[in-house]
C-alpha cells in the first residue's frame, strides 16, 4: 500500500476535532435519561431526533443519503468509478439505557468526520465510500443485538422472526419502526444486501477495555470479534403469602433463578480460560412484592468467547443446570431460549494490512487485538471483507456515564480510518 495521497503526514489529514466534539455532545443530547448518562432506545422519539440529526450532517458533507425499510442509514460519497463495489465503514447510535456517549457514536460521527478530512486534502475516491449507520446495534429493545446488520448479512430467519416481535410493553417491531417513519410490511428481503456489495468494512470504535490505555498505544488493530449468545429464562413457581406459606411447601421461582445467575459464573469460571465470559444483566422477579413470594422469575444471560466451541460448552451447562434447579426445586422451566448464538468473525488480513501501514504512515503506535465486545463488523464480515479500528477509552470503561474517549484520541482514530479509506478506495 504506497501512500495515496498527495501528502499523507498528518498535517494533509486535518480533522476538525473541536466541532466533532460539539457534535458528539449534541447527539448525547437526545437521551431520555439525564446527562452525563446516554438511553437512546430503537425508533423511540430520542432516536428518531438523533437520526435527523446524522442524516442532516451526512448532507452537510455531501453525501447522498437513502434509508433502508428498517431504518439502517446509508451516506455515500460518490467515487470516480461509481460500478465498482464501494468500501464502506459505519457504526451505531443507539445506546443502552444510563450508558455512554461515545459507544457507537466515533464510528458514525467520526466516520462522517474522515470523508470531510478526505474530501479537505482534495482525495478524491475511485470506489465510492458509504457511511452506514445501522439502525439498532444494542438488544434492549426486542432483545435482537445487531438487528440491522444481521438484516443486512441475510438473517432470514430473523426477517421471519421480526414480523411477530414485539417489545416490553407489546408493542410490536412494526409499530414501532412505523412509528418512526420506516413502513415495512414486508420480510424485510429488501434490506439484505448481497455478498459483495461492498469491497471492504471498516468500523472505528472505543475499545471498550482497558489495553490501550494502559499501554498508552493510540490504535488497537482488531483481528477478531468475540462470539456472542443470549438466553432468555423463565422459571415458575406457586408464589404465594410470604409470611403464611411455610419454608418447606415453596417453590420459589426467585431462587430458582438466583441459583442460575450463581451457576452461570460457575460454568464460565470452570471454562479453563480468561476469555469466557458470562453475565446475567437481567433479572425480574414477579409480582415483585416484598411479602409475595416469586411466582415468576425471567433472567437474561449474556455468554461470549472468542473460542466458539468453549462457549458453546457454557451454554450446554448451563441449560442442564437450569433443568436439574427446575427438578430440585420443583419450580417449571417455562422457558430456556436460545435468541442468539453467533459465531466469531476475523478480521480481513489486506485491511488490517492498510490500517496498520496507515498507522504507519501517520507514526501512530498501534496494537493488534480482539475485540471482546460485539459489533455491527460481526454481521458485515459475512458480506465482505471487516476489519476494526479502536481507540482508547478512559479505563476501558463503556455501557456506563462515566464512558470517555479524549478528543486528540478520537482524531487519532478519524485520521487512521481516513487514510485507510482512502487505501482501500484506490485499491
Ligand atoms: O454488548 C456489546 O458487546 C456491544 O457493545 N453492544
Ligand atoms: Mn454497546
Ligand atoms: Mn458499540
Ligand atoms: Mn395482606
Same mark, same amino acid.
Given at each position: 500500500h504506497e501512500p495515496v495521497l498527495r501528502d499523507s503526514s498528518s498535517s494533509s489529514l486535518s480533522v476538525d476535532t473541536e466541532t466533532l466534539q460539539r457534535q458528539i455532545d449534541e447527539l448525547s443530547t437526545f437521551s431520555d435519561t439525564p446527562a452525563p448518562s446516554v438511553t437512546r432506545i430503537l425508533y423511540s422519539e430520542k432516536d428518531v431526533q438523533a437520526r435527523g440529526f446524522v442524516k442532516n450532517l451526512m448532507s452537510i458533507s455531501g453525501l447522498s443519503v437513502r434509508e433502508d425499510a428498517v431504518g439502517n442509514i446509508f451516506g455515500r460519497w460518490v467515487g470516480s468509478e461509481?460500478?465498482?463495489?464501494?468500501?464502506?465503514?459505519?457504526?451505531?447510535?443507539?445506546?443502552?439505557?444510563?450508558?455512554?456517549?461515545?459507544?457507537?457514536?466515533?464510528?458514525?460521527?467520526?466516520?462522517?468526520?474522515?470523508i470531510n478530512v478526505l474530501k479537505r486534502s482534495g482525495f478524491k475516491p475511485k470506489r465510492s465510500l458509504e457511511v452506514v449507520m445501522f439502525t439498532s446495534e444494542e438488544p434492549t429493545r426486542f432483545g435482537i443485538s445487531c438487528l440491522g446488520s444481521r438484516l443486512l448479512a441475510g438473517s432470514k430467519e430473523l426477517g421471519q422472526l421480526l414480523k411477530r416481535t414485539v417489545d416490553g410493553q407489546n408493542i410490536s417491531f412494526s409499530d414501532a419502526a412505523k412509528f418512526a417513519g420506516y413502513t415495512n410490511n414486508e420480510d424485510f428481503s429488501s434490506v439484505v444486501l448481497e455478498k459483495g456489495t461492498y469491497s471492504a468494512f471498516v468500523e472505528l470504535h472505543i475499545e471498550q477495555g482497558p489495553i490501550l490505555e494502559e499501554e498508552a498505544i493510540s490504535i488497537g488493530v482488531v483481528t477478531a470479534i468475540a462470539a456472542p449468545a443470549s438466553i432468555k429464562v423463565d422459571f415458575e413457581g406457586n408464589g404465594g403469602h410470604a409470611g403464611?406459606?411455610?419454608? &418447606?411447601?415453596?417453590?420459589d421461582a426467585g431462587l430458582a433463578a438466583? $441459583?442460575? +445467575?450463581?451457576?452461570v459464573e460457575k460454568h464460565v469460571l470452570e471454562s479453563g480460560s480468561i476469555d469466557t465470559v458470562g453475565t446475567v444483566g437481567i433479572l425480574e422477579l414477579h409480582p415483585g412484592a416484598i411479602n409475595s413470594i416469586p411466582s415468576k422469575a425471567h433472567l437474561e444471560i449474556d455468554a461470549r468467547d472468542i473460542d466458539e466451541r468453549r462457549r458453546n460448552l457454557v451454554i450446554d451447562k448451563i441449560h442442564q443446570s437450569a433443568l436439574s434447579i427446575s427438578k430440585a426445586r420443583n419450580v417449571e422451566l417455562s422457558?430456556?431460549?436460545?435468541?442468539?448464538?453467533?459465531?466469531?468473525?476475523?478480521?480481513?488480513?489486506?485491511?488490517?494490512?492498510?490500517t496498520e501501514s496507515a498507522c504507519q504512515?501517520?507514526?501512530?503506535?498501534?496494537?493488534?487485538?480482539?475485540s471482546r465486545a460485539y459489533h455491527d463488523s460481526l454481521f458485515m464480515a459475512r458480506i465482505c471483507p471487516m476489519g476494526m479500528i479502536f481507540i &482508547?477509552?478512559?479505563?476501558?470503561?463503556?455501557?456506563?456515564?462515566? $464512558?470517555? +474517549?479524549?478528543?486528540?484520541?478520537?482524531?487519532?482514530?478519524?485520521?487512521?480510518?481516513?487514510?485507510?479509506?482512502?487505501?482501500?478506495?484506490?485499491s
Open positions: 461509481p460500478g465498482l463495489p464501494p468500501v464502506s465503514t459505519g457504526s451505531h447510535i443507539d445506546a443502552i439505557p444510563y450508558s455512554g456517549k461515545y459507544d457507537g457514536v466515533v464510528g458514525v460521527l467520526g466516520a462522517i468526520e474522515a403464611a406459606v411455610l419454608m &418447606p411447601k415453596r417453590n438466583a $441459583e442460575l +445467575a450463581l451457576a422457558e430456556f431460549k436460545i435468541v442468539n448464538q453467533d459465531p466469531p468473525a476475523l478480521s480481513e488480513e489486506s485491511i488490517t494490512k492498510a504512515e501517520l507514526n501512530m503506535p498501534y496494537k493488534k487485538m480482539i &482508547p477509552c478512559y479505563k476501558g470503561y463503556s455501557h456506563k456515564p462515566e $464512558e470517555f +474517549a479524549a478528543p486528540q484520541d478520537i482524531a487519532n482514530g478519524v485520521r487512521v480510518l481516513a487514510l485507510t479509506f482512502s487505501k482501500l478506495s484506490v
